[in-house]
């Protein structure tokens, strides 16, 4: 079969980035032919599976003068808010991306196509899957498949560009990936699609790399771990608030903050606070999978304060390593995770409630943390957990896009 692939973020960082690497690695391994459209950086040079097309398309260059668009707000590298795009911009964003799709369509006929994100790339791939139908028999029969993270429906909710171009064509896809049944009514709600068109797939994540390795854990410690972007919206501060309490009850505490940022004066207000009060943190930037792999399995919990998510594979990745994990009670992980994960590793703790977009409020936020220091604690003291998620691995995935 003959699968394509497009983004318009990068195609190897953040979880669809991760999400789009991984599923065309396990789909290679299936002995699938694939080509990969995406948005990259002029430094840029992702790595894909032996045999995959690559067609790049390039930002801060003369067709396309401005940083990689980002789906979220706050992009772990140099990004544009989909927000900030000006009517020119948008125009080369289409251009740029629509040739790119073309250039793909005159040496590769795809049997099924993938684009992440229902969002503006998505609508300009199916308005040029809709000419090319018209003018070449071979893709009649090419299935325009998109696949939503999320934060493709929070910008729908959120800001007015292209919005009625976005909601027709994506309206005109022949399927739709959901990650949670939640996600899959926001969808119908949205763009108007038809629940019958609806396939709730999930996430997964690399079993080659995120499995449980003897002796790293060692008995007695309390080590917690946070994987993810170093902001606000991902409840870090509140983290770092929950880590003072947790302190006073467990001494020998301590939790190493992994990930990029991109927003500068909230890291370095973050980096302040955990100087100014002595918390027993360490934030070690963004690692490869190897050396991740290393840091779960040194961990004894795995921590996920975010205020907003779509369904997040950093929750597989650590129970796969043998961490338990305490995470956000957020619309859709709760029944995904316990359908999908044999086990009882998790804890989910109540949010506060969000007043704006990914914006909790601030009188919410004490009780929050209170919530997330006892879940953590708890969590602690009980023994290691064993969890079989061999139904969430990539190759499984996979299989259910097809």
């Known amino acids: 079969m003959k699968i394509l692939h497009l983004s318009a973020q990068k195609p190897d960082s953040t979880g669809s980035g991760v999400y789009l690497n991984k599923t065309v690695a396990a789909l290679s391994r299936m002995g699938h032919d694939q080509a990969v459209v995406a948005g990259i950086a002029p430094e840029d040079d992702p790595v894909f599976a032996p045999g995959v097309a690559f067609q790049p398309v390039r930002f801060e260059t003369p067709e396309l003068p401005f940083p990689v668009v980002g789906m979220s707000d706050v992009m772990p590298y140099r990004s544009t808010r989909y927000r900030d795009l000006t009517p020119t911009m948008t125009e080369q964003f289409k251009t740029a991306f629509g040739q790119a799709i073309d250039e793909v369509f005159d040496c590769f006929v795809p049997d099924i196509i993938i684009c992440h994100h229902l969002y503006l790339l998505c609508a300009v791939l199916v308005q040029k899957l809709a000419e090319r139908r018209q003018s070449d028999q071979a893709f009649k029969g090419c299935v325009a ?10 910008q729908m909710r959120q800001i007015r560009l292209e919005r009625e171009f976005i909601r027709t064509r994506i309206a005109m896809l022949d399927r739709v990936y959901s990650l949670h049944s939640a996600q899959a009514e926001e969808i119908t709600a949205v ?14 994540y690399d079993a080659s790399t995120f499995f449980a390795q003897p002796g790293l854990r060692k008995p007695g410690t309390a080590k917690l771990v946070y994987v993810g972007k170093i902001c606000y919206k991902k409840g870090v501060r509140s983290l770092l608030r929950a880590l003072e309490q947790l302190r006073m009850r467990i001494p020998n505490v301590q939790l190493k903050l992994v990930g990029g940022y991109s927003n500068e004066q909230e890291y ?30 040194e961990s004894d919990v795995f921590v996920l304060p975010s205020f907003f998510e779509g369904l997040p594979l950093v929750i597989l990745e650590a129970l796969a390593c043998g ?31 969000i007043h704006d977009v990914d914006v909790p409020l601030d009188e919410d936020l004490p009780d929050f943390e209170a919530r997330l220091a006892s879940a953590l604690e708890s969590e602690l003291m009980k023994p290691a957990a064993t969890c079989d998620t061999s139904r969430a691995a990539w190759v499984a995935l996979a299989a259910i896009l097809l």
């Open 268 to 297: 370095a207000e973050l980096v302040q606070f955990a100087h100014d009060y002595a918390l027993p943190t360490q934030f070690v930037g963004a690692l490869g999978q190897d050396e991740l792999a290393i840091r779960y399995n």
């Open 145 to 154: 498949c998109g696949l939503s993270h999320s934060t493709d429906i929070r």
């Open 323 to 353: 961490c338990k994990v305490v995470c956000t009670d957020l619309p859709g992980i709760r029944p995904w995770i316990e359908a999908n994960v044999d086990g009882d590793a998790v804890t989910f703790v109540k949010p506060p409630r």
């Open 191 to 204: 763009y108007g699609i038809d629940k019958d068109r609806i396939r709730i797939v999930g996430t997964g």
